[in-house]
Antibody, heavy 126, light 108 residues
Framework: EVELVESGGGLVQPGRSLRLSCAASGFTFDNYALHWVRQAPGKGLEWVSGISWNSGGVGYADCVKGRFTISRDNAKNSLYLHMNNLRAEDTALYYC???????????????????WGQGTLVTVSS | SYVLTQPPSVSVAPGQTARITCGGNNIGTKSVHWYQQKPGQAPVLVVYEDSGRPSGIPERFSGSNSGNTATLTISRVEGGDEADYFCQVWDRSSDHLVFGGGTKLTVL
């Protein structure tokens, strides 16, 4: 059974940093791309970032590019999101999601979110 | 950037058919994916690549995509289908993954 468990969320002041983690199990981790998707309170879904199976390809939403960095450790079956210079508008529930293929987009069965974790809440406020 | 437009809400009686649309410029040339999100829960993939159905998703859920509109069709709607539904595509021009604004399905 695929399981994705996010951690690292919390209350942080504007301008500060936070690192989110996602521990994965139940599938061959290094065969699949992974993503972070967020949802602000009462709002819709927003793709934040994605990374291919071997970290050769990464992508970011315009609103986080230059502030957030995605990474993965295939030896530890873990995905990360380093968030710098946080803003109030970054407040959201952050989901880790497994893609259906090895690339985060551009190929067959790529660029979609096959399985999701339960999310970790990030609140940016002074 | 590429914009996906969904109606904010759709209402349907139990046993009837619900159709949720997702509009976008030439969306028929893209692969569209659909997610169901119930209150307090993580989203679940219900249709992928326009009309594919993941294992465990009832046959009542189906999808189509042509021209400027993709459609998620839910047949024989049940109370448990009440949820928010989101469409999603890859925008090749920006290399971004894009969601529609979501549609709240209410079962009357």
């Amino acid at each position: 059974e695929v399981e994705l468990v996010e951690s690292g969320g919390g209350l942080v002041q504007p301008g500060r940093s936070l690192r989110l983690s996602c521990a994965a199990s139940g599938f061959t981790f290094d065969n699949y791309a992974l993503h972070w998707v967020r949802q602000a309170p009462g709002k819709g879904l927003e793709w934040v970032s994605g990374i291919s199976w071997n970290s050769g390809g990464v992508g970011y939403a315009d609103c986080v590019k230059g502030r957030f960095t995605i990474s993965r450790d295939n030896a530890k079956n873990s995905l990360y999101l380093h968030m710098n210079n946080l803003r109030a508008e970054d407040t959201a529930l952050y989901y880790c999601a497994k893609d259906m293929g090895p690339e985060m987009y551009g190929g067959n069965s790529a660029g979609l979110f096959e399985y999701w974790g339960q999310g970790t809440l990030v609140t940016v406020s002074s | 950037s590429y914009v996906l437009t969904q109606p904010p809400s759709v209402s349907v009686a139990p046993g009837q058919t619900a159709r949720i649309t997702c509009g976008g410029n030439n969306i028929g040339t893209k692969s569209v994916h659909w997610y169901q999100q119930k209150p307090g829960q993580a989203p679940v993939l219900v249709v992928y690549e326009d009309s594919g159905r993941p294992s465990g998703i009832p046959e009542r859920f189906s999808g189509s995509n042509s021209g400027n509109t993709a459609t998620l069709t839910i047949s024989r709607v049940e109370g448990g289908d009440e949820a928010d539904y989101f469409c999603q595509v890859w925008d090749r021009s920006s290399d971004h993954l894009v969601f529609g604004g979501g549609t709240k399905l209410t079962v009357l």
